[in-house]
């Protein structure tokens, strides 16, 4: 079983810089790979970031591409997404999860992000 924690959410304005992080527990982390998604009010969730077990391969949704980055520290079993010069339409519940061979997969609380205009 594996427990993901995401933090860092909270009220920010537009244009401001805010970093999640999602952390995992009851796995080796390594062996995990992630995503980070969303899900603003009235809409479907979106996937925003992905990052292979070893942080060497990344990919973007295209709404975030240049202005968000994924990270990983498997030492400190966290993934992280940096978020840059965010938008109010940037507004929503981020979740991550987590999936590895063999593995179902496991998600997070959310962690809700607000960007004001």
């Known amino acids: 079983q594996v427990q993901l924690v995401e933090s860092g959410g909270g009220l920010v304005q537009a244009g401001d810089s805010l970093r999640l992080s999602c952390t995992g527990s009851?796995?080796?982390?390594?062996?995990?790979?992630v995503r980070w998604h969303r899900q603003a009010p009235g809409k479907g969730r979106e996937l925003v970031a992905s990052?292979?077990?070893?942080?060497?391969?990344?990919l973007y949704g295209d709404s975030v591409k240049g202005r968000f980055t994924i990270s990983r520290d498997n030492a400190k079993n966290t993934v992280y997404l940096q978020m840059n010069t965010v938008k109010p339409e940037d507004t929503a519940i981020y979740s991550c999860?987590?999936?590895?061979?063999?593995?179902?997969?496991?998600w997070g609380q959310g962690t809700q992000v607000t960007v004001s205009s």
């Open positions: 990052i292979s077990r070893n942080g060497t391969n990344t």
């Open positions: 009851g796995h080796t982390f390594s062996t995990l790979a």
């Open positions: 999860s987590a999936i590895g061979i063999g593995t179902p997969l496991y």
